[in-house]
């Protein structure tokens, strides 16, 4: 059994709106490496207690410790920045983990364009074809089934759009006119919804997204600190088979 916890980072507007990409980030682990994966980011919080005083209990949202800290305001701006470079590190170190990462490039779009359902889309059909396929670190069976577990948003559309996807999925065909059948029937259940406060993979998720967010549109403080790169350490764990067109398996859409 695979689990997909999955974030978000950029604004799926397509009018007036700050971010010019909306980005969907899926960090999926096996039920085999959960355990050992959850004690190693514990681990690593532990550190990061001891070393620049950020509490177990406080999550680490990336947008909001760089532009909107509050309590963690404490803790030094460059410090900060410095624990989401050493997150990106310890996920790529984890094993059993691999990320698969959606770009929507809302630059263009029309008003009709659906940014969030066009995302989710692709996201699910490659978490479902990646199983199939048995291309997930950590896989072990051809028969692998998997669970999603996104942070609290869009629940109604998310879970409709993935029971849809479990009964009827066409997709058009790369080579020729028409489409294939390819319902997600290995995702099984609706989508479990969680408070990314209480799940430290969602976290590890929105710092995934986070990082791919800033390596393509980085803030004037990311600039300024030469961090636009950070996604990049993430390489190891990176899906490389969800996209054959992109060199760090970016589903560009």
């Known amino acids: 059994m695979f689990l997909m916890y999955v974030d978000e980072s950029g604004d799926p507007g397509l009018r007036h709106s700050p ?3 909306f980005i969907l980030t899926g960090l999926v682990v096996h039920e085999d490496h959960w355990r050992n994966c959850q004690d190693a980011i514990l681990l690593f919080r532990k550190k990061m207690l001891g070393t620049f005083g950020m509490r177990l209990r406080e999550e680490i949202h990336a947008s909001a410790m760089i532009s909107k800290p509050g309590a963690l305001k404490r803790i030094k701006r460059n410090d900060r920045l410095t624990i989401l470079r050493l997150f ?7 094993e059993g983990i691999s990320i698969i ?8 779009k029309p008003d009709s ?3 969030v359902g066009r995302a989710w889309t692709a996201l699910l059909q490659r978490f ?5 396929h048995g291309n997930f670190n950590g896989s072990s069976s051809l028969s692998e089934s998997g669970i999603v577990i996104p942070d609290q948003s869009d629940t109604a559309k998310i879970t409709a759009l993935a029971r849809r996807m479990r009964r009827y999925n066409p997709v058009p065909n790369q080579q020729s006119d028409g489409y294939r059948r390819l319902e997600t029937i290995n995702i ?4 479990h919804f969680k408070d990314s406060r209480k799940s430290l993979f969602i976290q590890a998720a929105d ?11 980085p803030c004037s403080y990311v600039r300024k600190k030469s961090a636009r790169n950070y996604f990049k350490n993430l390489r190891p764990v990176l899906c490389s088979s969800a996209s ?3 060199p760090l398996g970016i589903v560009r859409l």
Request: glycine content about 2%.
């Open 113 to 115: 364009y659906d940014v």
């Open 244 to 246: 054959s067109s992109d």
């Open 101 to 108: 990462n959606i770009v929507v490039n809302k630059e263009g």
């Open 207 to 217: 710092v995934a997204a986070y990082s791919l967010c800033q390596m393509l549109t």
């Open 19 to 21: 971010s010019q990409y």
């Open 88 to 94: 990106t590190r310890e996920i790529a170190s984890l």
């Open 188 to 191: 099984i259940e609706d989508p």
């Open 128 to 132: 479902s074809n990646t199983m199939l």
